[in-house]
């Protein structure tokens, strides 16, 4: 593997990989502080018809639309599920499940209607996304790092994944306090005056915005896995609130870097010929590392933080 | 001249579904110390969390000084049900009381050191003060039941609604936080609990609403907490004790 193959090749598939696993990592917590991991699950399926209308409205794989036609369905969805949750009387895991299959659903009838599973996006991307794909040919060495032509010509889902994972973070900073209170006491939240209905929805759209951003690059199963696994790895070694959250970013992003690593380069840097999907490398990480949480807690040698994946 | 009732309710209809819950309460809080007793599933968490807004009611409306409570807001505090949270949570007992004074913060940033010591001396209130850095889940079930009552106390409110403040916590600790709240209406506030132990009402509380679905009766403890009106809120439901506390206990 020579430098020019790593900047071409590796450099922003890895980078797309931590971006997209540091920002489902760092939403996640907030999931599962709420315990509600899976609609971190039901959110990532459900804005599929969002994802399909906006590629057919616009008939490229352009970052924007998608992103907001996935943001229109996860307000759907998230609306849907509590009229269900509502109207029909059904509790929220049974009203979760029938509105986001149902999305889902429909997503994938929309990508054979409008033809857009013959262009460019198929079952395949859906589930394990295109991490091998976000390639930068316009590298000719490290001095394109400096070059802004050749900077503006990286892929374009590496923008998208900046872009959405610094937006997400700078509201999650922003929003910290009232995020704190909502996952603990939702109800004393606004008994107290705080706009609790509405946090609720914009946590929603951040963790939908996160899932769809993070969707294209490493695919619908990543997703869920890094939605759940680094915070729930980190909820099982710590009890403070600021380590829960930055702690489920950072291990979501190591989570990335490493699995991605291991899926491919490393093989290749020992001169070995295999190379496995790179998303499957770092979902299984993912539960490994919860795995490894669970073993951490048992022997009662819980660190500040979590240092050591075993895998 | 007559100051409006901390806490007035008209007409007020609850359901879930179609299961009604309360029908029709109309009733007044007289300033003190107030029971709110019943049996279970009479609607006594449902009239709190329906006054403050909590879940939707189908007519009427609560009232708090005179006014709706988004205007008095700040001057209403709460105490939920201890059950109500994972207290498994990662939070300091003194990130919890921290949170009643939220609204009074921006919402990012260090918390205020006025705030702060504002939370820290409502810990020291419920005898808390030095377990403010300890994680909540490492409290004992009487000390969560304090840390509860101390982020409703840091609210500094003119009213307290507290569900079952007392619920699940030993003799000893029943009596420390008795001891605050006769401290807080000393000061002038008034605080209505739901309560379930009918023996110690009378002890405990000024006033009571006897509540079964319906307002059964309400009023200071001698006219409203009578055995006729205790055996009528319980109807058949009364157990052998109860009915030894209705008959016997009261005078």
Do not use: C, H, K, M
């Given at each position: 593997m020579t430098a020019l193959d790593f900047l071409r090749l590796d450099l922003p598939a890895l980078l797309a990989a931590i971006l997209a696993c540091g920002t489902c990592g760092l939403l996640g917590s907030f999931l599962v502080l709420r315990r509600d991991s899976l609609l971190g699950d039901a959110l990532s399926h459900a804005v599929l018809p969002g994802i399909i209308a906006g590629f057919a409205l616009t008939?490229?794989?352009?970052g924007l639309p998608m992103l907001l036609g996935a943001l229109a369905a996860a307000l759907l969805a998230v609306v849907a599920i509590s009229l269900v949750r509502r109207v029909a009387r059904l509790e929220s895991g049974a009203a979760t499940g029938a509105v986001f299959t149902s999305f889902f659903a429909l997503g994938l009838m929309l990508m054979e209607a409008t033809g857009a599973r013959s262009v460019d996006l198929d079952l395949d991307c859906v589930l394990f996304g295109q991490l091998e794909s976000v390639v930068w040919l316009e590298a000719q060495g490290f001095g394109s790092l400096l070059d802004p032509t050749a900077l503006a010509a990286l892929p374009r889902q590496l923008f998208l994944l900046a872009a959405v994972a610094t937006v997400l973070a700078g509201l999650v900073a922003l929003l910290w306090r009232p995020l704190h209170l909502l996952c603990f006491d939702p109800d004393y939240a606004a008994a107290i005056g705080l706009p609790a209905r509405g946090l609720e929805l914009a946590l929603n759209l951040m963790v939908a915005a996160a899932a769809v951003a993070a969707f294209e690059a490493v695919g619908s199963i990543l997703v869920v896995a890094m939605l759940v696994c680094p915070a729930a790895a980190i909820r099982l070694l710590t009890d403070s609130y600021r380590a829960q959250v930055l702690g489920g970013a950072a291990l979501g992003a190591a989570l990335g870097a490493l699995g991605y690593a291991l899926a491919g380069p490393l093989p290749a840097a020992f001169g070995q010929a295999f190379s496995l999907n790179a998303a499957g490398v770092i979902g299984t990480l993912g539960g490994l590392a919860v795995a490894g949480a669970m073993l951490l807690r048992q022997l009662r040698i819980a660190p500040p933080k979590p240092a050591v994946i075993s895998g | 001249m007559t100051t409006p009732a901390p806490l007035a309710i008209t007409h007020l209809t609850v359901a879930y579904g179609d299961k009604t819950v309360l029908w029709d309460i109309t009733w007044q809080a007289a300033p003190g110390l107030t029971a709110i007793v019943g049996p279970n599933g009479a609607g006594k968490s449902t009239l709190l969390r329906a006054a403050l807004g909590l879940i939707p009611s189908i007519a009427g409306e609560a009232r708090f000084f005179g006014r709706g409570l988004a205007e008095v807001r700040n001057r209403v505090g709460y105490l939920p049900q201890r059950?109500?949270?994972?207290?498994?949570?990662?939070?300091t007992a003194l990130d919890v009381v921290c949170m009643s004074r939220y609204p009074r913060m921006r919402w990012w940033g260090r918390v205020p050191k006025a705030e702060r010591d504002a939370a820290l001396g409502a810990l020291e209130q419920v005898g808390l003060a030095d377990l403010a850095?300890?994680?909540?889940?490492?409290?004992s079930g009487g000390q969560q039941q304090r840390v509860f009552l101390a982020r409703a106390l840091a609210q500094d409110a003119d009213l307290y609604l507290m569900d079952?403040?007392?619920?699940?916590?030993?003799a000893a600790t029943e009596q420390a936080i008795i001891a605050v709240l006769r401290r807080v209406v000393a000061s002038g506030r008034s605080v209505i609990a739901v309560h379930h132990d009918l023996s110690t009402v009378p002890s405990y509380f000024d006033q009571v609403l006897l509540l079964n679905g319906r307002a059964v009766a309400a009023g200071s403890i001698k006219s409203a907490f009578t055995p006729d009106a205790i055996a009528r809120a319980y109807g058949?439901?009364?157990n052998v004790l109860e009915q030894a506390v209705a008959e016997g206990g009261l005078r």
């Open positions: 008939g490229a794989r352009a | 059950a109500s949270v994972d207290w498994d949570f990662p939070a850095d300890r994680q909540i889940g490492r409290l079952e403040p007392f619920a699940a916590v030993d058949g439901r009364l």
